[in-house]
Each structure stands twice: as C-alpha cells, then as structure tokens.
C-alpha cells in the first residue's frame, strides 16, 4: 500500500506549489507519485469541479455534489495508486469538507463527516499538511477567482478557523506550517525532514 498525503489550506496558501515540488523530490528518489485535487482528478469529477467553483448553488447541493465527486475520486484514482505501491499527493481531501461546508457553512458537523466516510470507503490520509496564512493574504495571492474567492475573507476566516478546530482535535495526524515569512523551499525542507523523522519516506534533501 502506498503512502496518502493530503494538502488543506486556505485559498492562495500555495498547496498547489508545494505539492508539485515535492511530487518532483520524491520522483528524483525514484518514488512513484500520483499528483491529484480535489474536487477533481477524474473525468467526471472534474466536470463537477466546474460546476462546484463557478455555479451558484446552496450549501447541502454543495456537500453533495464534492461528495459525488470524491466518490469517484477514490474508486477511480486514489485507491487504484495506493494498491500499486505509489506516493498519492492531493490537493484538498475530507478536511475541505469540515472546514467549508461544515464550520464554514453550518451544516451538522457529524452529517459531514459521516458523509466523507462515506464516499471515501473509510479511506484516511496518512499525513495532511495544513497549511497556514492569513486569509486576507491568502486571497491577495490567489491566482484563480472562483466563486469561493469571490465570497471574501470573511467567508475564508470562517473556513480557517473550521481547519483550526479540526487541528486541535486531531493533532497526530497533521503538520501545521504556518506559511507567511517562509519560501516554498523553506517549506519542503520542513516537510522532508519531517517525512523522514516519522519514517514514513526516506529521501535525502539534497
């Protein structure tokens, strides 16, 4: 079985190029890597991806449609890497979905969870990396404006403090960066050292 590492995070918080550098350390040290997002990474889930970012709907059609999409995720891309061995690194998992349409959104916290158990056959993260930044400074960065951008950083301060909550209750498996005064390379450092401190790779960070 392979190793499952998820990416959460505010918007513009960088998962996307932290996730692509580290995809390209572990392929140098001839791991394989599966690089995906969420919701997305199938056909069919990127055609709810559209849907989800750029059309207007209500907070429960929301859930269900990253459901549906996280549902065929898993069956199709996720597990099917896993069970050859390879290193999967995702851009969003269940914890989006506690922190916006949860915590964010109010829909019943439980509802949510039992619904991600659900669509992911129970399937965990391994390892998620959280990372931090102000959600003022995360929408500055941002390159895309999606709908969710769109809602400004109320909306995204909500959010955050939905990802804090699940922090502090969850603490063993997460490690929290918090992002503002450090480079990408500065982060990757941190995350191989840690990768290789809990045994979970072993890669030199040459």
């Not at 190029?17 to 889930?45: C, D, F, I, N, W």
């Not at 055609?47 to 059309?55: A, Q, T």
Request: aromatic residues 8%.
């Amino acid at each position: 079985m392979g190793l499952f590492i998820t990416f959460e995070g505010t918007e513009g918080t960088g998962k996307s190029t932290l996730m692509r550098m580290l995809a390209q350390k572990l392929t140098k040290h001839s791991y394989a890597v599966t690089l995906t997002r969420e919701p997305g990474g199938t056909k069919l889930a990127e055609k709810i991806r559209k849907l989800l970012l750029y059309e207007s709907m209500n907070a429960w059609t929301e859930l269900f449609l990253y459901e549906a999409a996280r549902s065929e995720h898993v069956e199709k891309k996720i597990k099917p890497a896993l069970l050859q061995g390879k290193t999967v690194l995702c851009d969003r998992f269940t914890d989006s979905s506690l922190a916006y349409q949860a915590y964010a959104r109010k829909l019943p916290w439980k509802t949510v969870k039992a619904l991600n158990q659900l669509a992911t056959q129970n399937l965990s993260p391994d390892l998620c990396i959280l990372l931090d930044l102000p959600p003022k400074l995360g929408l500055r960065r941002a390159q895309v404006q999606t709908r969710f951008e769109k809602e400004g950083s109320g909306f995204q301060e909500k959010v955050n403090q939905g990802y804090m909550k699940i922090f502090k209750e969850e603490k063993n498996r997460f490690l929290k960066l918090n992002v503002k005064n450090k480079t990408p390379q500065e982060l990757i450092n941190i995350i191989i050292g840690y990768l290789n401190d809990k045994k979970k790779l072993n890669i030199n960070n040459k």
